[in-house]
């Protein structure tokens, strides 16, 4: 059997190393239309920050490693077309400008997204930069450390905007950070967090302006010089663009169904909409746990859990893929959050109805200084008030305590319930946490509060 796997990330990679986990000999033919393979953008924040020194070590594996497993890797090489009636597909190789035809017996598509650019006057200046893959990271780098960049702006504060202002206030940077929503992580964390947040963003010379919407990029001799809101103007050496992605199905238009988004439509098996077709990654939706229905959520780990999901299928097997909560988490300066699930902010947006419960605690008994790391910490829960059904939490603490997410979204994802939660068996010992862990505790509360 021949397989053609498309994109080298995260989706395309955990499908060529499912694949060769199960039956090494399959024929695999794996296409980059990059220079690089498997670059993690999940690791930028580090090597712009200098904790990663070389760039071209944020990545999965080499072109050689992989071709040493019997894949035969092509970088630099672009799948432009499908015909799935004769399942071929038109390869462009951009070296030597040449086309040809490959024949696949299945084929996996992990074509990702790029960063979406906002439709405003000025988008093509100079110094207007994205967050995505090697070639910004190479960029942005050098940017860091440029002197004749004192004012960076950046433009949506989701995760990779909050990462991208907290890499540019430690270079010393001034940065402001403009989002169209009236919080920072608005689409993460719910107000008691980002106010904590925000005051942490501005002790570290970050401006914040919330609530605005750009409306062009200025400048002078090509480079922009400043960013223009409904409400305000900013002097922009550099503007880093971080407000979404767009998915990078253009060219799938008239072969494969596709959303209104331009996301591929596959099945709980992955399947597209003609056969022997796969699709997995950020160009398409999840099933969502916390209300059963499919959902554009971009994480790697989504794209991971595809990619293994389709391998087993393409081998034959009968693997649904399982719901996922949107688990993740991020460092802002000192503070340690993550969150899954359905939050008080997104529960209306998903037709849910929720009810939220707030407490705060330490992370370990009151006797523990807080030089031996006892913090204050932030937990919320969401769930459903009717059934009791646990849909979401988010945690936040100056001590890493974001693993209790993942417990959280087990509870989801396995539909338990507060009561089950309640007294659920965690751990003790005052180095880590206390007799009642925080879930232990929102959830005894929660029901408490209920009768
Ligand atoms: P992509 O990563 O978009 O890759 C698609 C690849 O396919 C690209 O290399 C592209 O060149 C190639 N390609 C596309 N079309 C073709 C074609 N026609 N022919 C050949 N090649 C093609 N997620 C997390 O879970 N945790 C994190 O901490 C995290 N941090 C992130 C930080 C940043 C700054 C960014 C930008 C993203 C982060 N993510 C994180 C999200 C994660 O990177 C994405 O969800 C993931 O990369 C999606 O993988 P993918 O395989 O769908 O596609």
């Given at each position: 059997?021949?397989?053609i796997?498309?994109?080298?990330?995260?989706?395309?990679?955990?499908t060529?190393?499912?694949?060769?986990?199960?039956?090494?000999?399959t024929?695999?033919?794996?296409?980059?239309?990059?220079?690089?393979?498997?670059?993690?953008?999940?690791?930028?924040?580090?090597?712009?920050?200098?904790?990663?020194?070389?760039?071209?070590?944020?990545?999965?594996?080499?072109?050689?490693?992989?071709?040493?497993?019997?894949v035969?890797?092509?970088?630099?090489?672009?799948?432009?077309?499908?015909?799935?009636?004769?399942?071929?597909?038109?390869?462009?190789?951009?070296?030597?400008?040449?086309?040809?035809?490959?024949?696949?017996?299945?084929?996996?598509?992990?074509a990702?997204?790029?960063?979406?650019?906002?439709?405003?006057?000025?988008?093509?200046?100079?110094?207007?930069?994205?967050?995505?893959g090697?070639?910004?990271?190479?960029?942005?780098?050098?940017?860091?450390?440029d002197?004749?960049?004192?004012?960076?702006?950046?433009?949506?504060?989701?995760?990779?905007?909050?990462e991208?202002?907290?890499?540019?206030?430690?270079?010393?940077?001034?940065?402001?950070?403009?989002?169209i929503?009236?919080?920072?992580?608005a689409?993460?964390?719910d107000?008691?967090?980002?106010?904590?947040l925000?005051?942490?963003?501005?002790?570290?010379?970050?401006?914040?302006?919330?609530?605005?919407?750009?409306k062009?990029?200025?400048?002078?001799?090509?480079?922009?010089?400043?960013v223009?809101?409904?409400?305000?103007?900013?002097?922009s050496?550099?503007?880093?663009?971080?407000?979404?992605?767009?998915?990078?199905?253009?060219?799938?238009?008239?072969?494969l169904?596709?959303?209104?988004?331009?996301?591929?439509?596959?099945?709980?098996?992955?399947?597209?909409?003609?056969?022997?077709?796969?699709?997995?990654?950020?160009?398409?939706?999840?099933?969502?746990?916390?209300?059963?229905?499919?959902?554009?959520?971009a994480?790697?780990?989504?794209?991971?859990?595809?990619?293994?999901?389709?391998?087993?299928?393409v081998?034959?097997?009968?693997?649904?893929?399982p719901?996922?909560?949107?688990?993740?988490?991020?460092s802002?300066?000192?503070?340690?959050?993550?969150?899954?699930?359905?939050?008080?902010?997104?529960?209306?947006?998903?037709?849910?109805?929720?009810?939220?419960i707030?407490?705060?605690?330490?992370?370990?008994?009151?006797?523990?200084?807080?030089?031996?790391?006892?913090?204050?910490?932030?937990?919320?829960?969401?769930f459903?008030?009717?059934?009791?059904?646990?849909?979401?939490?988010?945690?936040m603490s100056?001590?890493?305590?974001?693993?209790?997410?993942?417990a959280?979204?087990?509870?989801?994802?396995?539909?338990?319930?507060?009561?089950?939660?309640?007294?659920?068996?965690?751990?003790?010992?005052?180095?880590?946490?206390?007799?009642?862990?925080?879930?232990?505790v929102?959830?005894?509360?929660?029901?408490?509060?209920?009768?």
């Amino acid at each position: 059997m021949k397989v053609i796997v498309i994109g080298s990330s995260h989706g395309g990679f955990e499908t060529v190393r499912g694949i060769l986990a199960e039956k090494p000999d399959t024929e695999i033919q794996w296409y980059e239309r990059g220079d690089f393979i498997s670059f993690l953008s999940c690791g930028m924040q580090l090597y712009l920050e200098g904790v990663v020194k070389d760039v071209n070590s944020v990545r999965y594996a080499t072109a050689e490693q992989m071709r040493a497993k019997g894949v035969s890797v092509f970088v630099h090489q672009e799948v432009t077309s499908i015909n799935p009636d004769e399942h071929t597909v038109v390869v462009h190789n951009l070296d030597d400008d040449s086309t040809r035809e490959e024949k696949y017996d299945k084929l996996v598509l992990s074509a990702g997204a790029v960063p979406a650019q906002i439709p405003v006057p000025g988008g093509d200046l100079a110094n207007v930069y994205a967050m995505r893959g090697r070639d910004w990271a190479i960029k942005l780098k050098e940017k860091t450390v440029d002197p004749t960049v004192q004012n960076v702006t950046v433009v949506g504060a989701g995760y990779i905007g909050i990462e991208a202002a907290e890499v540019f206030s430690k270079a010393g940077k001034h940065v402001t950070l403009i989002d169209i929503l009236p919080r920072p992580l608005a689409l993460y964390l719910d107000q008691e967090f980002t106010d904590i947040l925000s005051d942490t963003l501005k002790d570290h010379n970050i401006y914040l302006a919330p609530g605005q919407t750009v409306k062009s990029f200025t400048g002078e001799n090509g480079q922009v010089s400043t960013v223009k809101t409904d409400q305000a103007e900013y002097p922009s050496d550099l503007v880093i663009e971080t407000a979404g992605i767009k998915p990078n199905t253009d060219w799938l238009k008239g072969t494969l169904d596709l959303t209104d988004k331009g996301l591929v439509k596959v099945n709980d098996h992955l399947e597209t909409s003609q056969p022997d077709i796969y699709a997995v990654g950020d160009s398409t939706k999840v099933p969502f746990a916390p209300t059963g229905k499919t959902l554009q959520i971009a994480l790697a780990t989504n794209a991971r859990r595809q990619g293994r999901i389709a391998a087993k299928n393409v081998l034959g097997d009968d693997m649904k893929m399982p719901a996922v909560s949107g688990s993740s988490a991020l460092s802002v300066f000192d503070y340690h959050f993550a969150s899954t699930g359905i939050k008080e902010g997104t529960s209306a947006a998903n037709g849910i109805l929720s009810q939220s419960i707030f407490v705060t605690d330490t992370t370990q008994p009151p006797f523990v200084p807080g030089k031996a790391g006892n913090q204050k910490v932030y937990f919320k829960l969401t769930f459903d008030p009717g059934n009791h059904r646990i849909l979401g939490a988010q945690i936040m603490s100056k001590r890493d305590v974001t693993a209790n997410i993942n417990a959280i979204s087990l509870a989801v994802q396995t539909k338990m319930t507060l009561d089950d939660l309640a007294y659920a068996d965690f751990f003790f010992q005052p180095g880590f946490d206390r007799p009642w862990n925080i879930m232990n505790v929102a959830a005894q509360k929660a029901l408490h509060d209920l009768t």
